[in-house]
């Protein structure tokens, strides 16, 4: 609490919904001047979408991967500072050691990097009749969870289908976190399903605030992108959200209700660990 207490007391956040296509120059070049334009609305930290320099499925990934110091993170670096805000980059693929990673890096307004995150729950489905999807084709999972810090406190990173994993943000919220943020790319299925109830499920649960930002539909379909990138508050209220179309949506957080919600409702302070110490092991 004495970290939360002495960070700054607001902060702008704003989530662009990009528009993601074939030609990693022009998403590069659309998200810097996005980035641009959320810092010239007055946002002081700025989330892309999952992966944002690349159409998204397993058979761009190979083909879109850069190394640590390629064009996506160097152009990440470089938005960071000119915009001067903290930079959450969504997430692209990585190439590291011979393998694949979904990643997500985060960038200081001097273009500094503050933390790396590998997505570390791979999206493996097969629903019979319905759609194969299998990231671990291709990708490796991530083996560390992330957070990093911004003056307005620390904030967790995780990406997409990490959010239907409760522990990751629970843990971070037990560490001091005042927020997960999640770049994600639900589709038009389990979207109105899901994506906004687990932001706010993993609000409610922590007291914290949520962000989830996701591309914009894809006019070519490569896949069914949901859109709607949301903020939640730690009261679980969406503070503000958008359709399926190109958007930048904006919050205005309050740091404050972090401590404010953890008092007037202290879930935090009265759970019962010595009746449910390790629930892997029930
Ligand atoms: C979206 O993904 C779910 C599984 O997570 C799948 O059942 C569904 O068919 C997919 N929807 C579309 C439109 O691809």
């Not at 038009?188 to 932001?199: F, K, N, R, S, V």
């Amino acid at each position: 609490m004495a970290a939360a207490a002495a960070a700054a007391a607001r902060v702008k956040l704003a989530l662009v919904q990009l528009a993601v296509g074939a030609q990693k120059a022009a998403n590069l070049a659309n998200a810097r001047s996005r980035v641009l334009e959320a810092a010239r609305a007055g946002a002081q930290m700025v989330m892309l979408p999952e992966c944002f320099n690349s159409p998204y499925g397993t058979q761009y990934f190979g083909e879109y991967a850069e190394e640590a110091g390629g064009e996506s993170t160097a152009a990440l670096a470089a938005m960071a500072r000119e915009a001067q805000v903290y930079l959450v980059g969504g997430s692209i693929p990585e190439r590291a050691g011979g393998r694949l990673f979904n990643t997500c890096t985060v960038w200081g307004p001097d273009g500094a990097l503050l933390a790396r995150h590998r997505k570390v729950h791979l999206f493996d489905i097969d629903v019979p009749g319905g759609i194969t999807f299998r990231e671990s084709d291709v990708l490796q999972a991530g083996d560390a969870l992330t957070e990093f810090g911004t003056p307005w406190g620390r904030f967790g990173v995780a990406i997409c289908y990490d959010m239907r994993f409760p522990e990751m943000a629970m843990i971070a919220a037990r560490r001091g976190c005042v927020g997960m943020l999640y770049p994600g790319a639900f589709n038009t299925t389990t979207g109105p399903l899901h994506w906004e109830l687990l932001l706010r499920a993993r609000a409610v649960d922590n007291q914290i605030f949520t962000a989830g930002c996701s591309p914009a539909r894809d006019a070519a379909v490569t896949y069914p992108t949901w859109g709607h990138s949301t903020i939640v508050d730690p009261l679980a209220r969406v503070v503000a959200t958008t359709g399926d179309a190109p958007d930048i949506v904006y919050g205005d957080l309050d740091m404050q209700l972090v401590e404010d919600t953890r008092r007037s409702i202290p879930v935090s302070t009265q759970r019962r660990f010595d009746l449910y110490p390790d629930v892997a092991s029930q």
